[in-house]
């Protein structure tokens, strides 16, 4: 039977933070599935089909990971891929406060013997945050060692467009 996992969130964009723990989970299971979650609630700073193109771009020295977009529900798309690991990134408390929470809710949604299973992240990403890039980004700053060189490329022509 595969050991399959799956590394969920927005990555928008994906950061050297998120890499490295990709890099990880790969190491750890046959598949690791990356999967953008689409949130109709908001406005991404790439869409939903550039957030794919890039993660797989960047995860493409990774033969076993795959990536994919889902809308809805995580636990459905877990139940509905048979996962046995949702992979989590933690970089301080706050994460942990906040993750430990979703993993006792998806401990209720997931119908499987699905384990949420946390990694650490390296200190030296432990900063790095979608959202803080996006924003030293948009104000002129560069983004290029918390990123991998195509998503530094990527930012760059969005904000000339």
Known sequence: MERKALYAGSFDPVTNGHLNIIERAAGMYDSLTVAIAVNPHKTGFFTIDERAEIARK?????????????EGLLADYVNKNGFIAYVRGLRATTDFENELQMAQMNALLFTGDTETVFLMTDPQYSF??????????????????????????????????
């Open 58 to 70: 960047v995860t493409a020295h990774i033969p076993n990971v795959k990536v994919d977009t889902f």
């Open 128 to 161: 790095i945050s979608s959202s803080l890039i996006k924003e030293v980004a948009s104000l002129g700053g560069s983004v290029d060692e918390l990123v991998p060189p195509y998503v530094a490329q990527r930012m760059k022509e969005k904000l000339s467009e």
